[in-house]
């Protein structure tokens, strides 16, 4: 079992540029989870799926970032027009689902906007 | 909304010294308790969790944390800490069943040699 893998580890881009980050969960758990840490705010919640379907996007900024889990093996976190402020370490987490509540975390995504 | 505290940010203590670290969480319905532990540059590490039951569980390397419904607590302690316990620890609670994580703002644990 090779956990939750997430791609890129480390990304770096430039201000108004694009950003995609991947995210593949434990195969055969229906829950997938974002979360951004930041020194400043912590850990946030972001947004999640089950069963591929977008079920809470609480945490999601209104404008630039949107998630998509097109199958059961990825999702995807994207932000366009990246901002300085949108720098982080992004954590997506999976979970088995039925009758389970804790969370499996990836390694994160350190994003830094220039 | 539920909300966790963790009031201590930073504890330091020598190897072999016992450690407890604070969780304080505010919801008023039952609540799903995890420790998580991250190290330098990785990810957070599920130590262990509580969902009913005896309140006193344990988890991996020898923690164990105790729930107290009537001080809406759920604080974290070992007995016998190592150099290798130097890491920030998490406390959250889940509202249900595939629920997002709250956090709490994490303590930092430095072991002195």
């Known amino acids: 079992n090779a956990g939750v893998i997430q791609t890129p580890r480390h990304k770096v881009t430039g201000k108004g540029q694009e950003a995609t980050l991947w995210c593949e969960p434990i195969s055969g758990h229906s829950a997938v989870f974002w979360y951004r840490q930041t020194i400043v705010q912590g850990l946030e919640f972001l947004t999640y799926?089950?069963?591929?379907?977008?079920?809470?996007d609480s945490g999601m900024p209104k404008e630039r970032f949107s998630a998509q889990m097109p199958n059961q093996s990825h999702s995807t976190l994207k932000i366009q027009s990246t901002q300085p402020q949108d720098s982080a370490v992004y954590l997506c987490?999976?979970?088995?689902?039925?009758?389970?509540?804790?969370?499996?975390f990836g390694p994160g995504t350190r994003l830094t906007v220039l | 909304a539920q909300s966790v505290t963790q009031p201590d940010a930073r504890v330091t203590v020598s190897e072999g010294a016992s450690l407890q670290l604070r969780c304080k969480y505010s919801?008023?319905?039952?609540?799903?308790l995890f420790w998580y532990v991250q190290y330098p540059r990785q990810g957070l590490q599920l130590l262990l969790k509580?969902?009913?039951?005896?309140?006193v569980v344990q988890g991996v390397n020898g923690f164990e944390a105790e729930f107290s419904k009537s001080n809406s607590s759920f604080h974290l302690r070992k007995a016998s800490v190592h150099w290798s316990d130097s890491a920030v620890y998490f406390c959250a609670v889940s509202t249900g069943f595939a629920s997002a994580l709250t956090f709490g703002s994490g303590t930092k644990v430095i072991v002195l040699p």
């Open positions: 799926f089950r069963n591929q379907a977008p079920i809470d």
């Open positions: 987490a999976s979970s088995i689902g039925t009758g389970s509540y804790e969370q499996y």
């Open positions: 919801y008023s319905a039952t609540p799903y």
């Open positions: 509580y969902y009913s039951g005896d309140p």
